[in-house]
């Protein structure tokens, strides 16, 4: 049973749109809520974080927004662009560094 | 060395046999880590070191076992391999403690077990 919920498994959006991928999780031991992007044929890198004392990050395009009392986080990619295909993995982890991945979000970005 | 580094890219290994997947990071990082990544499935966590010469069990551990004798290297074996563990494998490393938890990752070992 995966401790996060990630959805939905793939999506296609238009070059300059909105991409929104969600999560959610159960175990209130997390504190560390990281996203990750990754290219075929790559390990996953972090893309952006966040910790729950904030309930909205953002880097450039990229926005989390958090919402702790229910437990769910989701990243928007605004302008979404063709070189941001790539598979996005939500992830939680605990103190202690256990990290629980979601199970991906495969998008593509149409030109 | 920058980063991570892992070997071998990809093996084909029969089953029950023994395999030893390299892991080698040069960031002076407290921590490492193991996964496997399967289709649907994201990353599991296999098995964490959190410092030399202590390690622990992630989620999947069965099948697994690892060593970390010093802060550069975390060996992932197998001791007889079964096709179950036919997966991309990435290893990981971070600090332990601070304002990041930031993981870094590997290329990854694809391993088909036969």
């Known amino acids: 049973q995966q401790q996060v919920k990630q959805s939905p498994q793939s999506l296609i959006v238009q070059k300059g749109g909105i991409s929104i991928i969600n999560c959610a999780y159960e175990n209130t031991a997390f504190d560390y809520f990281p996203w990750y992007q990754q290219f075929p044929g790559k390990g996953p890198a972090l893309l952006i974080a966040?910790?729950?004392?904030?309930s909205e990050k953002k880097e450039g395009r990229f926005t989390i927004s958090f919402n702790k009392s229910a437990k769910q986080f989701s990243l928007h990619i605004m302008d979404s662009q063709p070189g941001d295909s790539a598979t996005y993995f939500c992830?939680?982890?605990?103190?202690?560094?256990?990290?629980?991945f979601g199970a991906g979000t495969r998008l593509t970005v149409k030109p | 060395i920058a980063g991570i580094t892992q070997a071998p890219t990809s093996q084909i290994l029969a089953a029950g046999r023994r395999m030893t997947l390299r892991c080698t990071q040069d960031m002076r990082h407290n921590a490492m880590y193991w996964y496997r990544q399967d289709l649907g499935l994201g990353l599991r966590l296999i098995h964490y070191?959190?410092?030399?010469?202590?390690?622990g069990k992630g989620e999947v551990p069965d099948g697994y076992s690892v060593s970390r004798a010093n802060t550069d290297d975390f060996p992932l074996t197998l001791a007889s391999a079964v096709p179950s563990q036919t997966s991309v494998y990435f290893c990981a490393s971070s600090f332990l403690a601070g304002v990041s938890n930031e993981q870094f990752f590997g290329p990854g070992t694809r391993l088909t077990v036969l």
């Open positions: 992830a939680a982890s605990t103190p202690i560094n256990d990290m629980r």
């Open positions: 070191s959190n410092t030399a010469g202590t390690t």
């Open positions: 966040i910790r729950p004392d904030v």
